[in-house]
């Protein structure tokens, strides 16, 4: 007679969570070392001379820098996204400063992905039913789902670079949502970032709340809507065919 198939949980082991770990250590110290002062406009208008310096000087250098340090500060999962675009756009200009900020999104966004599913993925097994129903409705349709939660910012960017290692999703499903998905948003950024000397040197301040101005964040909302349709027909097609005839 077969044995039958063990479908208990797999031994967790803590060498799954190093990674995480670390992340979480070099977060911790970051804060503590004073870290996030330099994460204000402030400091950036303070320092913003000497950047411009480095990165005229150290050409593609200064990029790779730029976007190793971009990558490291979201692997960090602190927010910072927002400003982080920012300043690409301050140093770079609003197309280039848009893609740099792109990639250093997606690298810094992976690296945490990448720690968190090691880590926590798998959890959820341990979970009610209800827990894994969720999680396989978002697995279904993940592409979708997790472009609409990159286009619109409905929640915090590190936080959905968690939830998406914690269910699990497939590294390149969750790559290509992210550089695509973070295209509107880190052009809107750095389009802002790119006029900030002049709006200072006339006494104003950037409207960090521009992508949620109607001009700006109706268009996206179209665009999520689009990228939903597919899903929602779905689950209409669904529906009708469980339907009796």
């Given at each position: 007679m077969a044995a039958m198939p063990?479908?208990?949980?797999?031994r967790l082991s803590i060498s799954r969570f190093v990674?995480?770990?670390?992340?979480?250590?070099?977060?911790?110290?970051?804060?503590?070392l004073g870290g996030l002062r330099y994460r204000s406009l402030a400091a950036l208008v303070e320092h913003g001379e000497w950047l411009r310096e480095f990165v005229a000087r150290g050409g593609i250098a200064a990029v790779l820098a730029f976007i190793l340090a971009y990558a490291g500060l979201v692997a960090l999962s602190l927010p910072a996204a927002a400003f982080l675009s920012i300043t690409s756009g301050f140093l770079f200009g609003c197309w280039l400063g848009a893609v740099y900020?792109?990639?250093?999104?997606?690298?810094?966004a992976t690296i945490?992905?990448?720690a968190v599913r090691a880590g926590v993925?798998?959890?959820?097994?341990?979970?009610?039913?209800r827990i894994r129903r969720l999680e396989a409705g978002f697995r279904e349709d993940a592409l979708s789902y997790l472009l609409v939660l990159r286009l619109v910012p409905i929640f915090p960017f590190w936080l959905v670079n968690l939830a998406a290692g914690a269910v699990g999703l497939g590294l390149p499903i969750f790559v290509f949502a992210t550089f695509i998905g973070m295209i509107p948003t880190s052009f809107v950024y750095a389009s802002l970032g790119s006029g900030l000397g002049d709006l200072l040197a006339q006494g104003h301040h950037p409207d960090l709340a521009i992508l949620y101005q109607p001009s700006v964040?109706?268009?996206?909302?179209?665009?999520?809507?689009?990228?939903l349709l597919p899903v929602v027909y779905k689950r209409w097609r669904n529906g009708r065919s469980k339907q009796p005839a």
């Open positions: 063990d479908h208990r949980p797999s990674p995480l770990g670390l992340l979480i250590l070099a977060a911790v110290l970051f804060v503590a900020a792109v990639f250093g999104a997606t690298i810094g945490v992905f990448l993925a798998g959890l959820v097994e341990r979970a009610g039913p964040l109706l268009p996206i909302i179209g665009l999520a809507a689009l990228v």
